[in-house]
């Protein structure tokens, strides 16, 4: 469950799923959960774990394949302790860099739902001939 401390939320579910990543919990190969099992288990909307597996994607360690899933990169493991090494070596700067770029990732797909649900609104009936 996501908690109230002021961190996003889907920086707190990507946080949750990189230490899994990084412990094993979620091996190499594995497919994460659906996003629907996500927002069950987070008790947040299908947006909200969007942005975090989109973090997750920015950072090299999942991989969609369409009409499969979201898949835990092989060298995720590598990949998952190079970049806490290199966020250790740059500092703060990086993690807030990073973290914005999460935002407003996070941003876009939250208006991409609105204009996906605007465009349902208007276009609902069938289409006429002229």
Request: hydrophobic content about 40%; overall charge positive.
């Amino acid at each position: 469950m996501v908690e109230k401390t002021g961190r996003p939320g889907y920086l707190q579910i990507a946080d949750d799923l990189r230490t899994q990543i990084r412990t094993g919990s979620l091996a190499p190969g594995a497919a994460l959960p659906s996003t629907a099992q996500l927002c069950q288990r987070y008790d947040v909307s299908a947006s909200v774990v969007k942005a975090a597996i989109s973090v997750l994607r920015t950072e090299n360690l999942i991989v969609g394949q369409q009409g499969k899933g979201v898949f835990v990169r092989e060298d995720a493991a590598t990949v998952a302790a190079a970049a806490g090494a290199r966020a250790g070596d740059e500092g703060a700067g990086s993690s807030a860099v990073m973290e914005q770029l999460a935002q407003m990732r996070h941003t876009m797909a939250v208006l991409g739902d609105r204009i996906a649900d605007l465009e349902k609104a208007v276009f609902q009936g069938p289409k006429r001939s002229r």
